[in-house]
């Protein structure tokens, strides 16, 4: 019908009364040959569910990203135990860091200017996850020209004063297991603070 059609519109012309035949009837072909093709899936549908009683049998289960492993002994929390493995303590280094004492400031704080800020913010990405405080970075990149002025005078206070928000100095720390990496040991974890 498609093949007749086209020969009518090559000979005839579009509007020829042989051309518009020949195009009902291959827009009826096309119709019938689509029902017939739906009803054809439906069939075979129908008889692959029921001949399959169990079709769980065919889905195959994928292997784990991550190889189960015990990373330290049993009774152990991991976390503890990645946490010190990574980050070993240093008690000379404590004593050390206590000890040390910052001499008085003797200049003044310079105060920060609007470009360091939009420096700051352009290593912001777009999209990502807010912190605890929900302010996502879409937020102060889109609020940074109106609250710049407020934001150095908060930001150069806290310079001079040497105190600092508290959130500031804690996170959430999360182990991201690294491709190709052996579980079970230490180093085949990533550690991130959130």
Same mark, same amino acid.
């Given at each position: 019908?498609? /093949? ?14 042989? %051309? ?29 569910? *029921? ?33 010190? /493995? ?8 404590? %004593?050390?860091?206590? +000890? ?5 400031? %003797? ?5 920060? *200017? ?5 420096? +700051?913010?352009?290593?912001?990405? /777009? ?16 609020? @940074? ?11 150069? +206070? ?35 603070? @959130?």
């Amino acid at each position: 019908a498609q /093949r007749a059609f086209f020969r009518h519109k090559r000979l005839n012309g579009p509007d020829a009364s042989s %051309t518009m035949h020949c195009r009902g009837v291959r827009d009826a072909a096309t119709r019938k040959f689509k029902a017939a093709a739906k009803e054809a899936k439906r069939v075979a549908a129908r008889r692959f569910f *029921t001949d399959l009683q169990h079709y769980s049998r065919c889905v195959k289960r994928g292997c784990p990203r991550i190889p189960p492993a015990a990373i330290c002994e049993h009774g152990v929390n991991q976390a503890d135990f990645l946490l010190r /493995r990574l980050f070993p303590r240093d008690p000379d280094r404590d %004593t050390e860091v206590e +000890a040390l004492r910052l001499r008085q400031r %003797t200049e003044p704080v310079p105060a920060f *200017t609007s470009s360091e800020l939009r420096e +700051a913010a352009n290593g912001l990405r /777009r999209g990502a996850a807010p912190g605890e405080d929900d302010v996502s970075n879409d937020i102060v990149l889109d609020t @940074l020209e109106v609250l710049k002025d407020s934001w150095s005078v908060q930001l150069t +206070a806290a310079l001079e004063a040497g105190t600092f928000p508290e959130e500031w100095k804690h996170s959430k720390g999360v182990f991201i297991h690294k491709s190709g990496r052996d579980p079970a040991r230490p180093n085949g974890w990533r550690p991130i603070c @959130l």
